[in-house]
């Protein structure tokens, strides 16, 4: 009866509450193994005691459909052991089985007179097993796996006067050993009722993760096992890295490693592999999605991997799929052609089309001859591996090449390809190539390279040399030049392979080179070759060293000598008129070789004077090219020259780019010797190759006017530009410009070249303000002209004092004009020693005055200018101590160029180098504080008294009538303006019909 009326009010609070609903939804990680509330029809587990222990109840759920439930409450008798035990359950693979039961408990307070038999836990058991038709409960077969009791979770629901409890408990248990069990609850004396079981595993359930699959997988035996599970790539997909996950007890993945790709042609899409479409493709693993084809590609088909290239294009091997197809280039274009001598310059522009590639490349092709030679004529042959290219033949990045060690006077032709990745194979090479046919010129002979001498004696020595490597033609004759260290050399040709020199001094060490000439000139001379004349009267054989050592008593030496050195005078002085046959000897009358020679591995190149030369015209075409005056289109006359007018326009040679150039044409009516001073201007400048000396391009000696062509500089001559432009560039500009033409003049000096006319005038700017060194006429002029003449034309304010006293030019003396030209640089193109006359500055410059620092001029460059203009010429710098000088403060300018030497106005005084005790005499301060008058100045300046041409007028009464009354002071004073002022303005007189130094 009370178990009644405990099953209608438990059934009231589950109908209430639906909380045992049969239309349940399960985790998608649990399997359900039983479940009570899903079981159709009546339990009928088996109990034990089979009458008065558990008992099958069904009751309804809240939709109506029946449930059953087992109930037990012997509440009031002693010793209870009432067994339900479930039917057997298939554990289906599960390693640990986990058992929901929810349940009601009465708590035995609640109950009315029940005694200290009630009991409020039950036990759970369970008993693995095979056989699934176990009739009997066998309950010493059975394992305890709880005692369960209701816990504090139960929920709480007033009904009426009672508290009812529904209780949930989830216990779980390994079954590992059978492939079934049963579970059992034993009630001990409790009032139950067991609402619902629910038998089950977890799984983790099927996944697809990085493209592998993970099958549904039973969760390990233990709680905290984990099971290792290797997953497999989803179509068209491939392993990457094996893909592997852990499946957690509680049924879910963990740690997941690895996974799989998609195959080429393939792109991953929400876990799967789905094809590239048509017009994509998928080329690299590493890519994600598929690509549209690119540019001039396509495909036909569904999971392409690489595009096709549309017609006519390409894709080399190396080219990535992700590429655009490219096409070969076409052929390069404008290929010029530059020839000199046996050397040839190719360049070329870019072809049209480079068929949408960077990584196009040259070659050049040499034939020996012309392809389009008529038939029968010489085949065409390769040019054979002497030919030198520069950088290289084939794989030219650069659009130029050097072509060199041809054959002279040989017609070749040089085909230019251009290739690039995918000209292989696609296009026939001819489309993609041009040329260009063309003649060498005549080549200079190379170097003799060793020189032997014999037979040295006091006066003499046999020489003998190889023919040089390359000869580039027949040998004509050789050129021994030779000298005494220090002095000036002589010139003797022959025609074989030796030479007897004689007229020697002895014991003296000579400098001796060779070159050979063939028709197309002179080759370079050889490097020097040393030695020592010695003292023995009888001829000696045995090398220079070994002669230097055979001295005789210095006595005998000594007058030897003197006789021998007044022998050669005389003789020099006979030679000098007569041409020899078969040697010629021409004595150099141009100063001496420099004091310091190239060492013999560097070689040295010296200049050779043109006037040498018996034909002016031969010396001419030695150095010069003559250019056709068709090639030249003069444009406009932009200056005068001393021979003529001054031209620009255009030269225009075959196989080259136009180029401006300049002319310069020698006026009708000249006499021959005009003319070969004219053209000695084009001799001396075509020896040169220089960035900082004006360039000879040619001349035009075949037709009239006879011109000198040169390269153009558009900025004219530098003294005009600075005073153009006053003030405007910064002393680094100003500088560099010096650098520039100290680098030129070092270039010449090196060359033995000395200029004598060094002045901002013969400086050159172009453009890019580079300073050329230009007019190379003075040089050789002033050789010839008479003491009279000579001193008229010397450029008096730019030459050294010791050229201007007796005609010592040496690059010392150019290195003084060097230090005007800085002065020139610095002030803007001032006039140096402003108006004073030629007369004044030698003298001023005689007594130790010198230009002071320009406006601004940092002290360092003054400093440097000091030093060119020292008296004594050795201890002037040298252009290379100079160009040094001028590098470092480019180098360092904020330290060195920020001091300036002279902030004050432009002074019309020149600055006493001396010391104090120096007087300039063209200004009144000066000279008032230099003969300790200086009391005076504002009293002789108020006056009037500023000029000394005032001065010149000053008398006793004079002074007296302005305040200066001292008779001492009037007298000094006088004496002064009578001594010194006098003769200042007699100079200024002179110089205003100097008109010979036009400046
Ligand atoms: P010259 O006879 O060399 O002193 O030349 C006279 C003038 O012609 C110079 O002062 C320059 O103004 C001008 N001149 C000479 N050569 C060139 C050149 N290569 N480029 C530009 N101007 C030049």
Redesign the pocket.
Known sequence: QMAASFCRTTCAFIWMFGVVSATRVYPPNEVTLLDTRTVPGELKWAANPTEGGWEEVSIMDEKNIPIRTYQVCNVMEPSQSNWLRTDWIPRSGAQRVYVEIKFTLRDCNSLPGVTGTCKETFNLYYYESNNDREHYIRESNFLKIDTVAADESFTQVDIGDRIMKLNTEVRNVKVTTRKGFYLAFQDVGACIALISVHVFYKTCPLTIRNLATFPDTNTGADTSSLVEVRGSCVNQSEEREEPKMYCGADGEWLVPIGGCVCNLGYEENGGACQVCKVGFYRAVSTDGACSECPPHSHSEKAGTTVCDCNPGYYRSETDPASMPCTQPPSAPQQLISEVNETSVVLEWSVPLRLGGRTDIRYSVDCLLGSPDRPLGAQLCLPCGPDVLFSPQQSGLGATRVCVSELQAHTRYTFTIGARNGVSQGHTAGARESVSVTLTTNQAAPSPVMSIQASDVTRHGVSLAWQQPDRPNGVILEYEVKYYEKERSYRIMKTASRSADITWLNPLTVYVFHVRARTAAGYGEFSVPFEFSTNSDPLPLIGNAANSTLLLLSISGGVVLLLISTTVFIITERILMRASLHPFQFIFSNHSPPPPLLPSPSEGVRIYVDPFTYEDPDQAVHEFAKEIDASNIHIEKV??????GE?C?GCLRLQGKREIY??I?SLKAGYADKQRRNFLS?ASIMGQFDHPNI?RLEGVVTRCKPVMII????????LN?FLRKHDGQFTVIQLVGMLRGIVSGMKYLSDMSYVHRDLAA??I?V?SNLVC?V??F?LSRVLEDESEAAYTTRIPIRWTAPEAIAYRKFTPASDTWSYGVVMWEVMSYGERPYWDMSNQDVIKAIDEGYRLPPPMDCPACLHQLMLDCWQRDRTHRPSFTQILNILDKLIRNPTNTLRRTGGERPVPTLLEPVGGPEFVSVWSVEYWLQAIGMDMYRDTLTAAGYTSPDSLLTLTQQDMASIGIVTPSHQDQILASVQQVLLSHMQQIQEQMQDSMVPV
Do not use: C, H, P, Q
């Open positions: 932009i200056g005068i020259g001393e021979f001054v620009s150039v300049a310069k201007e004006i040169t390269e153009y500089m558009e900025n004219g001559s005009t005038r013969n050159l172009n050329k230009s007019d006429g």
